[in-house]
């Protein structure tokens, strides 16, 4: 009787991570779709995750003044909470600072990707690291040359063509363990 109401519990929890992978893959065509949405839509998300932080650090350091360091928890709960409200404030230039971050992020990637290849040049599978070197330079560079035309659809596709992968790579395990779930029972 138990056996029969895990393999139940299996079949709806499947079933669910199916129709969250599609919905995950809708959004992503969304965000692909519609790419400047998407950007608007993630630089409010960080907005508001730099207030929240923010907020959790004043906190912090109202309620924990002996620790030390309550000069530090003050100033960057400050600045969360400005960056914050800034990015809220101006969604535009937010965008532009996020598509640039993201620029110099990929940079910072590709030279580290590089380095680990060279140093693991000898193991087998090291080439990999340096073709996602080559990678994240490439897109590096192209948002660079592109910036700040490029900063309505650099996040939003971005973040589209990742929900697309992700959902389809849910999809694929959540079918996969549905099949084997089928053949258990």
Known sequence: METRSEA????????????LSVLMILAGIL?????????FAVNILVAWLLVFSGCLHLVYAWY???TGGFLWELLVGILYVFIGVYLLMHPVAGLASLTIALAIYLLVEAVLEFVLGFSLRPLPGSGWLLVDGIIALILSVMIWRTWPWSTGVVIGTLVGISMLFSGITRLMLSLAARRVVTKLA
């Open 64 to 66: 924990r003044p002996s």
């Open 8 to 19: 139940t519990f299996v079949k709806k929890s499947v079933g669910w991570s199916i129709a």
């Open 31 to 39: 965000a692909i779709a519609s790419p400047l949405a998407a950007g």
